[in-house]
């Protein structure tokens, strides 16, 4: 900052002319009394001093001084935005721990959120390469001021399966960067920054953001086939690389099958961020060889295991155990129309024993409440993608009433019911079709509640189509109930599960 | 000085302080209309004013009759109810006397304080006008100032005047008053008695700047000497709502010489104004419990309106 006219500043000194002119105003001014009693209730003047500003002094010397600074010219002395040679390298960690779903979002969504907000605040000049790292670190896009090709980059960027050795990352964001001018390195990832190993070097700013609440995570990290190829491809052997990610040990079971067939149950207990090779002993035979810890599944998964119990356990009748395989078989949610027969047979102890297991039998669905969550979405869709060897469906949005005709189909038949040209929640077709039901029951004529289907968002064709699902169909302004169509014998043939195998073979 | 408080005092000149001279003609036309009340009040001396509950031998209006006794003047038998009832029957007739009226100045300086208000201006001028009212009814008056200096208590007394057109003998007297020193209502009114022992009328005029015992003392002894008291209290119109005073002030009391040094804000205006009120009200208060008239007069009232409404609505005059 410099002034064009310092001898301007000269004029500060009326500074002091109103100092003198405030202290000749409150200059004390003799008065004689007629009688100092009446004055007994006035105070006396506290000892201050006889200069007392004000508010209105104050204002004055701000008002004085700001046109003091005036005379005077100031200026200030910025220098132009030289063009930097900085350079920052996004590294981002698309490990399989980074599709850890916290607070109805992914990590890695996280991640992407905050890189967006750091390459905003980056100046325009700075270079930027993104790099992602899994078992090996790859280069997205390299150095570059093209911001919007850097965003593209960063939406298109997705988390994989597999272990993640970020070091590799950092020293690939080094060896790219030398000689560039200052370095700094930003690395998104869920795991601490002791558990990665690197240490910022000279001229050199290291940054780790880090998502997730904790570290509590154990991964099944790598599932390698070696075969020597003058061996017999039975004598091939398998490794499953087990790691776990938090400080505290961990016990889990590793369940591989090859072919569907089990080959090893192994439990194993894990001291705090210690990895594990565990060998599989001999495969024997060729097939598809899968591998799953059975931590996750145990935890976000609790009903369906539950379920599977039940269904194999001899204390109950047949037809709980019926329902129960069938669901968990079909990953805790079936149409009514498919358990009709079995729920026609139920007893009112088998009802309290489902209710128990968290069944809803509803008019329209049976389904367990929990696993309609988004984290309990995810794990489902995950075993049925492995059973029937497919990718993992795209999920929908978490938290979504009704879901557009365009998503992916296996998605949302994990937690949704086609109705017409959407998909709605099943626990909402399931509260429209009980609010339906209860109207019937009571005599009433008006089975669609309205505020519900209004809120939703539903249309005229989607409440035809719940309703006739339900058992009724419109006549002019009312309802009709027609009773609910009983299951077309054709459609056994359409399912998949265990008794529908079962009665093929008997046909 | 302030220009406001320049054209506040130059107003005050012109407007207030009873602009009407006590010895103007023109006062006199409306001052004829009124006479003082007396009450219990009168001297013992044959007079015009009709003392009722009070009865002479001779006199215009009979009051009464008495049995006739060795001695009595033998003109007021009344022979007709001699006749009729055959019993000797004397006439009484309503006493006339007249009402010495003693009218006390306080000559202190806190009178002449603040110059703007002239409180002394107004009291003398008060003074003259009920010593014309009395000399109209033909009683006598009296003016007495009083002060306290260093040699003593002050006690300036005026010619006892019978007569209407001995009125003016008063200007001199007036001429020669200067409010100083410091108030001595009771010393001089004891003073005073002790040379003048006529009952009557007494009128107190002052502002009262005193500790409550000094006037409380000082209406005791004209009731010990059974005078009718009526006060007067002198306020001024700067005095009471500090017009024009304001800031860092050093104040110097007119009559101890004391100083303070103040900060006049808003609050300690109000707390001002609240202790002048509370004051007037306690002067009010004791007045009333001891039998003594109480008026409170502005000294920017008009001595016409002070006469013609002040006064008689405190019970101290009325028209003829």
């Given at each position: 900052?410099?002034?064009?006219?310092?001898?301007?500043?000269?004029?500060?000194?009326?500074?002091?002319?109103?100092?003198?002119?405030?202290?000749?105003?409150?200059?004390?001014?003799?008065?004689?009394?007629?009688?100092?009693?009446?004055?007994?209730?006035?105070?006396?003047?506290?000892?201050?001093?006889?200069?007392?500003?004000?508010?209105?002094?104050?204002?004055?010397?701000?008002?004085?001084?700001?046109?003091?600074?005036?005379?005077?010219?100031?200026?200030?002395?910025?220098?132009?935005?030289?063009?930097?040679?900085?350079?920052?390298?996004?590294?981002?960690?698309?490990?399989?721990?980074?599709?850890?779903?916290?607070?109805?979002?992914?990590?890695?969504?996280?991640?992407?959120?905050?890189?967006?907000?750091?390459?905003?605040?980056?100046?325009?000049?700075?270079?930027?390469?993104?790099?992602?790292?899994?078992?090996?670190?790859?280069?997205?896009?390299?150095?570059?001021?093209?911001?919007?090709?850097?965003?593209?980059?960063?939406?298109?960027?997705?988390?994989?399966?597999?272990?993640?050795?970020?070091?590799?990352?950092?020293?690939?964001?080094?060896?790219?960067?030398?000689?560039?001018?200052?370095?700094?390195?930003?690395?998104?990832?869920?795991?601490?920054?002791?558990?990665?190993?690197?240490?910022?070097?000279?001229?050199?700013?290291?940054?780790?953001?880090?998502?997730?609440?904790?570290?509590?995570?154990?991964?099944?990290?790598?599932?390698?086939?070696?075969?020597?190829?003058?061996?017999?491809?039975?004598?091939?052997?398998?490794?499953?690389?087990?790691?776990?990610?938090?400080?505290?040990?961990?016990?889990?079971?590793?369940?591989?099958?090859?072919?569907?067939?089990?080959?090893?149950?192994?439990?194993?207990?894990?001291?705090?961020?210690?990895?594990?090779?565990?060998?599989?002993?001999?495969?024997?035979?060729?097939?598809?060889?899968?591998?799953?810890?059975?931590?996750?599944?145990?935890?976000?998964?609790?009903?369906?295991?539950?379920?599977?119990?039940?269904?194999?356990?001899?204390?109950?009748?047949?037809?709980?155990?019926?329902?129960?395989?069938?669901?968990?078989?079909?990953?805790?949610?079936?149409?009514?129309?498919?358990?009709?027969?079995?729920?026609?047979?139920?007893?009112?102890?088998?009802?309290?024993?489902?209710?128990?297991?968290?069944?809803?039998?509803?008019?329209?669905?049976?389904?367990?409440?929990?696993?309609?969550?988004?984290?309990?979405?995810?794990?489902?869709?995950?075993?049925?993608?492995?059973?029937?060897?497919?990718?993992?469906?795209?999920?929908?949005?978490?938290?979504?009433?009704?879901?557009?005709?365009?998503?992916?189909?296996?998605?949302?038949?994990?937690?949704?019911?086609?109705?017409?040209?959407?998909?709605?929640?099943?626990?909402?077709?399931?509260?429209?079709?009980?609010?339906?039901?209860?109207?019937?029951?009571?005599?009433?004529?008006?089975?669609?509640?309205?505020?519900?289907?209004?809120?939703?968002?539903?249309?005229?064709?989607?409440?035809?189509?719940?309703?006739?699902?339900?058992?009724?169909?419109?006549?002019?302004?009312?309802?009709?109930?027609?009773?609910?169509?009983?299951?077309?014998?054709?459609?056994?043939?359409?399912?998949?599960?265990?008794?529908?195998?079962?009665?093929?073979?008997?046909? | 000085?302030?220009?406001?408080?320049?054209?506040?005092?130059?107003?005050?000149?012109?407007?207030?302080?009873?602009?009407?001279?006590?010895?103007?003609?023109?006062?006199?036309?409306?001052?004829?209309?009124?006479?003082?009340?007396?009450?219990?009040?009168?001297?013992?001396?044959?007079?015009?004013?009709?003392?009722?509950?009070?009865?002479?031998?001779?006199?215009?209006?009979?009051?009464?009759?008495?049995?006739?006794?060795?001695?009595?003047?033998?003109?007021?038998?009344?022979?007709?109810?001699?006749?009729?009832?055959?019993?000797?029957?004397?006439?009484?007739?309503?006493?006339?006397?007249?009402?010495?009226?003693?009218?006390?100045?306080?000559?202190?300086?806190?009178?002449?304080?603040?110059?703007?208000?002239?409180?002394?201006?107004?009291?003398?001028?008060?003074?003259?006008?009920?010593?014309?009212?009395?000399?109209?009814?033909?009683?006598?008056?009296?003016?007495?100032?009083?002060?306290?200096?260093?040699?003593?208590?002050?006690?300036?007394?005026?010619?006892?005047?019978?007569?209407?057109?001995?009125?003016?003998?008063?200007?001199?007297?007036?001429?020669?008053?200067?409010?100083?020193?410091?108030?001595?209502?009771?010393?001089?009114?004891?003073?005073?008695?002790?040379?003048?022992?006529?009952r009557g009328l007494a009128f107190v005029i002052s502002d009262f700047l005193v500790p409550p015992d000094i006037y409380e003392s000082a209406f005791a002894r004209l009731r010990s000497k059974?005078?009718?008291?009526?006060?007067?209290?002198?306020?001024?119109?700067?005095?009471?709502?500090?017009?024009?005073?304001?800031?860092?002030?050093?104040?110097?009391?007119?009559?101890?010489?004391?100083?303070?040094?103040?900060?006049?804000?808003?609050?300690?205006?109000?707390?001002?104004?609240?202790?002048?009120?509370?004051?007037?009200?306690?002067?009010?208060?004791?007045?009333?419990?001891?039998?003594?008239?109480?008026?409170?007069?502005?000294?920017?009232?008009?001595?016409?309106?002070?006469?013609?409404?002040?006064?008689?609505?405190?019970?101290?005059?009325?028209?003829?």
């Amino acid at each position: 900052m410099g002034l064009l006219a310092p001898y301007g500043l000269a004029s500060l000194a009326f500074l002091g002319v109103l100092v003198v002119l405030h202290l000749r105003r409150r200059q004390q001014r003799e008065l004689e009394v007629s009688s100092l009693l009446l004055w007994q209730a006035v105070r006396d003047e506290p000892r201050r001093g006889r200069f007392r500003p004000s508010l209105l002094f104050a204002l004055q010397v701000a008002l004085l001084g700001a046109l003091g600074l005036a005379v005077a010219r100031p200026y200030w002395e910025e220098r132009a935005a030289a063009v930097t040679n900085g350079r920052t390298v996004l590294v981002f960690d698309v490990s399989a721990s980074m599709q850890a779903f916290e607070g109805g979002e992914r990590r890695f969504d996280q991640a992407r959120r905050k890189a967006g907000e750091v390459l905003a605040s980056l100046d325009r000049n700075v270079e930027v390469m993104m790099i992602a790292v899994a078992a090996h670190p790859r280069v997205v896009v390299s150095f570059t001021r093209d911001r919007s090709a850097l965003a593209r980059a960063l939406e298109a960027l997705e988390p994989n399966d597999g272990p993640t050795r970020l070091s590799l990352g950092v020293e690939l964001a080094r060896s790219t960067a030398t000689g560039g001018g200052s370095l700094e390195i930003d690395v998104f990832t869920d795991l601490p920054s002791e558990a990665i190993g690197v240490s910022p070097s000279a001229g050199e700013r290291l940054r780790y953001f880090r998502f997730g609440r904790s570290d509590d995570n154990v991964a099944l990290a790598a599932l390698r086939v070696y075969q020597n190829p003058f061996q017999d491809p039975q004598e091939a052997r398998g490794y499953a690389l087990v790691k776990n990610y938090a400080r505290e040990p961990k016990d889990l079971t590793l369940h591989v099958t090859l072919a569907s067939r089990p080959v090893l149950d192994d439990t194993l207990h894990l001291g705090g961020r210690e990895s594990r090779v565990v060998a599989i002993p001999k495969l024997g035979d060729s097939g598809r060889l899968e591998a799953w810890l059975d931590v996750q599944v145990s935890r976000q998964l609790r009903p369906l295991e539950a379920l599977a119990a039940a269904a194999a356990d001899p204390a109950n009748s047949a037809g709980v155990r019926a329902i129960a395989a069938m669901l968990a078989d079909a990953g805790g949610l079936l149409p009514r129309r498919a358990v009709l027969g079995a729920i026609s047979q139920l007893e009112q102890a088998d009802r309290q024993a489902l209710h128990k297991l968290r069944l809803r039998l509803g008019p329209l669905d049976v389904y367990v409440d929990s696993l309609l969550k988004p984290a309990a979405q995810y794990w489902r869709a995950a075993l049925l993608s492995v059973r029937s060897g497919q990718g993992m469906p795209a999920l929908p949005k978490p938290g979504a009433a009704t879901l557009a005709a365009d998503v992916d189909p296996r998605g949302a038949a994990l937690a949704y019911r086609r109705v017409g040209r959407t998909w709605l929640r099943i626990d909402l077709a399931d509260r429209l079709a009980s609010h339906a039901r209860k109207v019937r029951s009571a005599g009433g004529d008006s089975p669609v509640d309205v505020a519900l289907a209004t809120s939703i968002g539903l249309d005229e064709a989607a409440i035809d189509q719940l309703m006739g699902d339900v058992g009724f169909t419109r006549a002019g302004d009312a309802w009709r109930w027609r009773g609910r169509r009983p299951p077309r014998d054709d459609r056994r043939g359409a399912a998949s599960h265990a008794f529908a195998e079962l009665a093929k073979l008997k046909r | 000085m302030p220009a406001v408080a320049r054209l506040t005092r130059l107003f005050a000149r012109r407007a207030g302080a009873g602009d009407e001279d006590p010895f103007d003609p023109a006062l006199f036309s409306r001052l004829d209309r009124m006479r003082l009340r007396f009450d219990n009040a009168h001297g013992a001396r044959a007079g015009e004013t009709p003392v009722r509950r009070l009865t002479q031998e001779s006199g215009i209006e009979v009051e009464s009759f008495k049995s006739y006794a060795p001695g009595d003047d033998i003109r007021y038998v009344d022979w007709n109810a001699v006749g009729r009832l055959d019993q000797l029957l004397t006439r009484r007739f309503v006493a006339e006397r007249e009402i010495p009226i003693h009218i006390f100045l306080d000559a202190s300086a806190s009178m002449a304080v603040p110059t703007a208000d002239h409180k002394f201006t107004f009291a003398m001028r008060l003074a003259a006008a009920l010593a014309y009212v009395a000399l109209n009814s033909n009683d006598p008056v009296r003016i007495a100032a009083t002060r306290l200096e260093t040699g003593g208590v002050q006690l300036a007394e005026s010619p006892l005047l019978r007569h209407r057109g001995r009125y003016l003998r008063l200007k001199g007297f007036f001429e020669g008053l200067k409010p100083s020193g410091a108030t001595a209502l009771s010393e001089g009114i004891a003073r005073y008695l002790e040379r003048h022992h006529e009952r009557g009328l007494a009128f107190v005029i002052s502002d009262f700047l005193v500790p409550p015992d000094i006037y409380e003392s000082a209406f005791a002894r004209l009731r010990s000497k059974r005078l009718v008291a009526h006060a007067v209290h002198v306020i001024g119109k700067v005095e009471h709502g500090l017009d024009g005073i304001s800031g860092r002030l050093r104040i110097r009391d007119s009559e101890s010489g004391v100083v303070r040094e103040v900060s006049l804000s808003t609050a300690d205006r109000r707390r001002y104004s609240a202790a002048f009120a509370q004051r007037a009200e306690a002067i009010r208060a004791l007045c009333h419990r001891s039998g003594v008239g109480y008026a409170r007069v502005m000294s920017d009232d008009g001595i016409d309106r002070c006469m013609t409404q002040v006064l008689p609505a405190a019970g101290m005059m009325r028209l003829r």
